[in-house]
């Protein structure tokens, strides 16, 4: 099992910054790739930032040059920097860890974390 926990979210208006952070606990060892996916009322879940199992990084095209995601192996935690937010980065921001067990491959996925943008 892992569990995950975000933090980091809140109220911020439109050119602000915000930095998210998630905690990975259990077991950490089976983790492949972590990433950072969002979801706006009224639509699908999408992919933000993650790593790649090579360790590169993957972001969608709307955020590209505005956020960053690193890790800190060591503490069992990504984040992800978020500068000049507009408003349509308005979501909840779910943290997601793929693991393998002798079962296959299976997605971990924290609680979310609100994320507001005024303009």
């Known amino acids: 099992q892992v569990q995950l926990v975000e933090s980091g979210g809140g109220l911020v208006q439109a050119g602000g910054s915000l930095r998210l952070s998630c905690a990975a606990s259990?077991?950490?060892?089976?983790?492949?790739?972590m990433g950072w996916y969002r979801q706006a009322p009224g639509n699908e879940r999408e992919l933000v930032a993650r790593f790649t199992s090579t360790g590169s990084t993957v972001y969608s095209d709307s955020v590209k040059g505005r956020f960053t995601i690193s890790r800190d192996n060591a503490k069992n935690t990504v984040y992800l920097q978020m500068n000049s937010l507009m408003p349509e980065d308005t979501a909840v921001y779910y943290c997601n860890a793929l693991s393998y067990n002798s079962a296959g491959p299976y997605d971990y996925w924290g609680r979310g974390t609100q994320v507001t943008v005024s303009s």
């Open positions: 259990g077991s950490t060892f089976r983790i492949v790739v």
